[in-house]
T-cell receptor, first 113, second 112 residues
Framework: KQEVTQIPAALSVPEGENLVLNCSFTDSAIYNLQWFRQDPGKGLTSLLLIQSSQREQTSGRLNASLDKSSGRSTLYIAASQPGDSATYLCAVDPQGGSEKLVFGKGTKLTVNP | DAGVIQSPRHEVTEMGQEVTLRCKPISGHNSLFWYRQTMMRGLELLIYFNNNVPIDDSGMPEDRFSAKMPNASFSTLKIQPSEPRDSAVYFC??????????FGPGTRLTVT
């Protein structure tokens, strides 16, 4: 059974810092991996989708990498801002086309001005 | 596009009452997902539909939960009878099937 772990559960950094959020999964046979952002009381916003054949994806100040063989993904946030404060979740699609995403419990990020 | 629309946004009900949550997926998306989020268990997939047909309902906790998708633009998740342990945020998401799910704002359900 696929399990997704995100460490740390919470992270607090000063504004301007570059930071890395970690995601690990137990079964390397994944179809894709997706990073989401969730603001308090809101739904999930998709940030980046990495297909299993890809190594990384970039969007603005965000860069996500994927190492299937080691069961790891990282989300790199450059020059963090207070507006980046949110919970970040990663999710894997363990079966091609099924889209039955398995989610980690998230990392709650606080960027202090 | 308006995105995935869910209603109501908040629902407070008494134990034993029937609860119906509603979802309108993004137009053109052919897959629809219902999730439940709690502090203890995180996000869990309850059921998903493809082309209006239920594909996998293995995440539905028990017979008190049922979901329907009568057409491509509407789905419901019903709980009857509701119990306090059903209190959670329920999300609906949709996708084109090519990867990437888009979530609605969620319905916060409180059962007293």
């Amino acid at each position: 059974k696929q399990e997704v772990t995100q460490i740390p559960a919470a992270l607090s950094v000063p504004e301007g810092e570059n930071l890395v959020l970690n995601c690990s999964f137990t079964d390397s046979a994944i179809y894709n991996l997706q990073w989401f952002r969730q603001d308090p009381g809101k739904g999930l916003t998709s940030l980046l989708l990495i297909q299993s054949s890809q190594r990384e994806q970039t969007s603005g100040r965000l860069n996500a990498s994927l190492d299937k063989s080691s069961g790891r993904s990282t989300l790199y946030i450059a020059a963090s801002q207070p507006g980046d404060s949110a919970t970040y979740l990663c999710a894997v699609d363990p079966q091609g086309g099924s889209e039955k995403l398995v989610f980690g419990k998230g990392t709650k990020l606080t960027v202090n001005p | 596009d308006a995105g995935v629309i869910q209603s109501p946004r908040h629902e407070v009900t008494e134990m034993g009452q029937e609860v119906t949550l509603r979802c309108k997926p993004i137009s053109g998306h052919n897959s629809l997902f219902w999730y439940r989020q709690t502090m203890m268990r995180g996000l869990e997939l309850l059921i998903y539909f493809n082309n209006n047909v239920p594909i996998d309902d293995s995440g539905m906790p028990e017979d008190r939960f049922s979901a329907k998708m009568p057409n491509a633009s509407f789905s419901t998740l019903k709980i009857q009878p509701s119990e306090p342990r059903d209190s959670a945020v329920y999300f609906c998401a949709s996708s084109t099937g090519q990867g990437g799910q888009y979530f609605g704002p969620g319905t916060r359900l409180t059962v007293t």
